[in-house]
């Protein structure tokens, strides 16, 4: 079959070498006339670029027609002799939830979904049916919200070898005219027309308005400064992983002295790339995040630095951490430990107190119940031999502990004297023989130090 629109994309799949012969693809499919023509598309060019296609369709549950359109995909998909898989999310309760829009919610779990099924089927491609509108919107979109180079680069072709975009340097005028061809079928979505979303408010005002009295290609021009941008951004990007693999702790954490060795521009993108491997929901990311990150790694913030989906990130010597959940304010403690056990502490934390003649992982320290294991407090101090009384504040801060951590930390105190801080010290006269059967203490928290 001769077509304008398959030759468009079939100079888009060899240009950006979206797939490779064997490529197991999911096709993302919501029944719109977009999404149809994907799927046609692509079992149209199955059997020349050898792809096994599956059909996914996540429903959002926002509409009452939501449920009949799924099965209507379903049916699109069984027609053409391709496995079906439906997925579907309370968005409207998830978007509660999280204090985000409509529209992001379904994203984030739409997306989540795509990838959860990528990793269980051993899929190697995710295709996805955005076209040149969509990108020249998007473009328009981010630059409203104060974009960088990044965001104005707009949807990319390929992202990271997996998520393809086979549609998107074709029009939606295109796409409709092939539909029509084809004689294909498809629902209408009418929340595309609802003016509470800024997209539609893009699409159905602004763009329009552009075009009628400043350009009338003004969307041409926009798909072609984001593709100019992309293939810039690709070397950008290649340019910041290399600086990030640099700049990475074994402990999975950001060294600080190898980030002061690069341009702030480059540390954005680490910073980027940082978020992304720690799991932060990056769709919610917007440029205030990166500068707040800026600031930490400058000094001029203490922290913690709040992040979506739950997220922080605190600055230790040396080092910039991304945790996953609110760290919770620490209220001074003071627990009497009578003999062995698990004791809780703040935070979710455990010490752990065992009496072991070895203790390969914890700090060995006499037997002697009771004792005290308390908070730190201003003043406190311990006796290091050769050196004389040296603040635990300082000692603490030495071991690249952040503050919350060092409130946090325990202290064992006996008789009004500080004799152990596990893991890191045990007074010269709390210090047992290699012979002696002593107490084993051990520290247990929910990341690594």
């Given at each position: 079959?001769?077509?304008?629109?398959?030759?468009?994309?079939?100079q888009?799949?060899?240009?950006?070498?979206?797939?490779?012969?064997?490529?197991?693809?999911?096709?993302?499919?919501?029944?719109?006339v977009?999404?149809?023509?994907?799927?046609e598309v692509?079992?149209?060019?199955?059997?020349?670029?050898?792809?096994?296609?599956?059909?996914?369709?996540?429903?959002?549950?926002?509409?009452?027609?939501?449920?009949?359109?799924?099965?209507?995909?379903r049916?699109e998909?069984?027609?053409?002799?391709?496995?079906?898989?439906?997925?579907?999310?309370?968005?409207?309760e998830?978007?509660?939830?999280?204090?985000?829009?409509?529209?992001?919610?379904?994203?984030?779990?739409?997306y989540?979904?795509?990838?959860s099924?990528?990793?269980?089927?051993?899929?190697?491609?995710?295709?996805?049916?955005?076209?040149?509108?969509?990108?020249?919107e998007?473009?328009?979109?981010k630059?409203?919200?104060?974009?960088?180079?990044?965001g104005?680069?707009?949807?990319?072709?390929?992202?990271?070898?997996?998520?393809?975009?086979?549609?998107?340097?074709?029009?939606?005028a295109?796409?409709?005219?092939?539909?029509?061809?084809?004689?294909?079928?498809?629902?209408?979505?009418?929340?595309?027309?609802?003016?509470?979303?800024?997209?539609?408010?893009?699409?159905?005002?602004?763009?329009?308005?552009?075009?009628?009295?400043?350009?009338?290609?003004?969307?041409?021009?926009?798909?072609r400064?984001?593709?100019?941008?992309?293939?810039?951004?690709e070397?950008?990007?290649?340019?910041?992983?290399?600086?990030?693999?640099?700049?990475?702790?074994?402990?999975?954490?950001?060294?600080v002295?190898?980030?002061?060795?690069l341009?702030?521009?480059?540390?954005?993108?680490?910073?980027w790339?940082?978020?992304?491997?720690?799991?932060?929901?990056l769709?919610?990311?917007?440029?205030?995040?990166?500068?707040?990150?800026?600031?930490?790694?400058?000094?001029?913030?203490?922290?913690?630095?709040?992040?979506?989906?739950?997220?922080?990130?605190?600055?230790?010597?040396?080092?910039?951490?991304?945790?996953?959940?609110?760290?919770?304010?620490?209220?001074?403690?003071?627990?009497?430990?009578?003999?062995?056990?698990?004791?809780?502490?703040?935070?979710?934390?455990?010490?752990?107190?065992?009496?072991?003649?070895?203790?390969?992982e914890?700090?060995?320290l006499?037997?002697?119940?009771?004792?005290?294991?308390?908070?730190?407090?201003?003043?406190?101090?311990?006796?290091?031999?050769?050196?004389?009384?040296?603040?635990?504040?300082?000692?603490?801060?030495?071991?690249?502990?952040?503050?919350?951590?060092?409130?946090?930390?325990?202290?064992?105190?006996?008789?009004?004297?500080?004799?152990?801080?596990?893991?890191?010290?045990?007074?010269?006269?709390?210090?047992?023989?290699?012979?002696?059967?002593?107490?084993?203490?051990k520290?247990?928290?929910?990341?690594?130090?």
């Amino acid at each position: 079959m001769r077509s304008s629109l398959l030759r468009k994309v079939r100079q888009t799949i060899e240009r950006y070498a979206l797939f490779r012969p064997g490529d197991r693809v999911l096709v993302a499919v919501s029944g719109g006339v977009d999404s149809m023509v994907l799927l046609e598309v692509l079992h149209l060019l199955q059997r020349e670029y050898g792809l096994s296609l599956w059909v996914a369709h996540y429903d959002h549950r926002l509409r009452k027609s939501s449920l009949e359109e799924a099965l209507w995909v379903r049916q699109e998909a069984r027609r053409r002799g391709l496995p079906f898989i439906y997925g579907v999310g309370l968005v409207r309760e998830y978007a509660r939830r999280e204090k985000i829009s409509l529209e992001m919610a379904g994203r984030e779990l739409r997306y989540r979904f795509f990838e959860s099924l990528r990793r269980r089927l051993d899929l190697q491609k995710v295709a996805l049916a955005h076209h040149a509108d969509d990108l020249a919107e998007e473009v328009l979109l981010k630059f409203i919200r104060g974009a960088g180079r990044r965001g104005l680069a707009g949807i990319p072709v390929k992202r990271e070898e997996v998520v393809v975009r086979p549609l998107l340097l074709v029009t939606r005028a295109e796409i409709e005219a092939f539909a029509r061809q084809r004689g294909l079928r498809w629902v209408e979505d009418e929340s595309n027309q609802d003016p509470r979303f800024w997209r539609n408010r893009v699409r159905h005002l602004l763009l329009p308005f552009l075009e009628r009295h400043f350009h009338p290609r003004v969307r041409e021009n926009l798909k072609r400064t984001a593709l100019i941008l992309a293939e810039e951004e690709e070397l950008i990007g290649d340019l910041a992983r290399r600086a990030y693999d640099r700049a990475l702790l074994e402990t999975g954490e950001l060294s600080v002295p190898v980030l002061r060795e690069l341009p702030e521009a480059l540390r954005r993108r680490i910073y980027w790339i940082a978020l992304k491997e720690a799991g932060v929901p990056l769709l919610r990311i917007r440029q205030g995040h990166l500068q707040a990150l800026e600031q930490l790694f400058r000094g001029r913030a203490r922290g913690p630095v709040p992040l979506p989906g739950g997220f922080m990130a605190l600055r230790a010597p040396g080092r910039i951490r991304i945790l996953s959940g609110p760290q919770p304010a620490i209220s001074p403690f003071v627990l009497k430990v009578q003999g062995p056990g698990r004791y809780p502490l703040p935070g979710g934390w455990y010490l752990r107190v065992e009496s072991s003649p070895t203790c390969p992982e914890g700090l060995r320290l006499k037997k002697d119940f009771p004792f005290i294991v308390r908070s730190r407090r201003p003043g406190d101090r311990v006796l290091i031999p050769g050196l004389g009384h040296k603040k635990i504040k300082k000692l603490l801060r030495e071991k690249g502990l952040t503050v919350w951590e060092r409130d946090l930390w325990p202290l064992v105190e006996k008789d009004g004297k500080i004799i152990a801080i596990p893991e890191y010290y045990v007074h010269p006269d709390w210090r047992p023989s290699p012979q002696e059967e002593a107490l084993c203490l051990k520290l247990e928290r929910g990341y690594k130090i």
